[in-house]
């Protein structure tokens, strides 16, 4: 994402009207939505370009999957099925591709050996690790076009989602 394309966005937020509020949901004001949408473009944007070059290799639906093994220690394909919103046959065959990739292993669960877990490998971890050193050049990139102020001001927002 090229910072062009930042600051246009930026400027958009700016000018967006302050009074309208949203029907159907009161306290909250129709500049302010329309805020919200087109900062977490740009912001989702700059995400999904930092693991771009991935793609040939590596889709995102296997992306998503990998980085929710990795996230959790105690995952199933039941649960990762319900964690990407897809069917267990086809979250079983996405398993498949990735531990054919190297990428994850199943390996039985220390209380019932019927049950079987996904883990990350140590490629599946280091491409993790990857992933997440690209996003965060990503997210600094668009953080270096906001003032020390607007960065505050969203770090404040943004950690008021995780206290609800």
């Known amino acids: 994402m090229n910072q062009d394309t930042v600051q246009l966005d930026a400027g958009q937020l700016r000018a967006a009207p302050l009074d309208r509020a949203t029907p159907g949901c009161p306290g909250v004001i129709d500049a302010d939505l329309q805020r919200a949408e087109a900062g977490l473009a740009v912001l989702l944007e700059a995400w999904q370009q930092a693991i771009e070059e991935l793609g040939a290799m590596l889709p995102p639906a296997q992306v998503r999957a990998l980085l929710a093994v990795d996230a959790d220690a105690c995952l199933n394909v039941t649960g990762l099925a319900r964690m990407l919103g897809a069917s267990s046959s086809a979250t079983s065959r ?66 008021e989602l995780f206290l609800q």
Do not use: K
Not at 135 to 157: F, K, N, Q, Y
């Open 94 to 159: 996405l398993c498949d591709r990735l531990v054919a990739a190297g990428l994850v292993a199943r390996v039985p669960a220390a209380a019932s050996r019927r049950e079987i877990l996904l883990r990350p490998t140590e490629s599946g971890r280091r491409l993790v690790a990857w992933i997440g050193d690209q996003r965060r050049a990503a997210l600094i990139r668009v953080l270096e076009t906001i003032s020390p102020d607007g960065r505050a001001d969203l770090a404040r927002g943004i950690s």
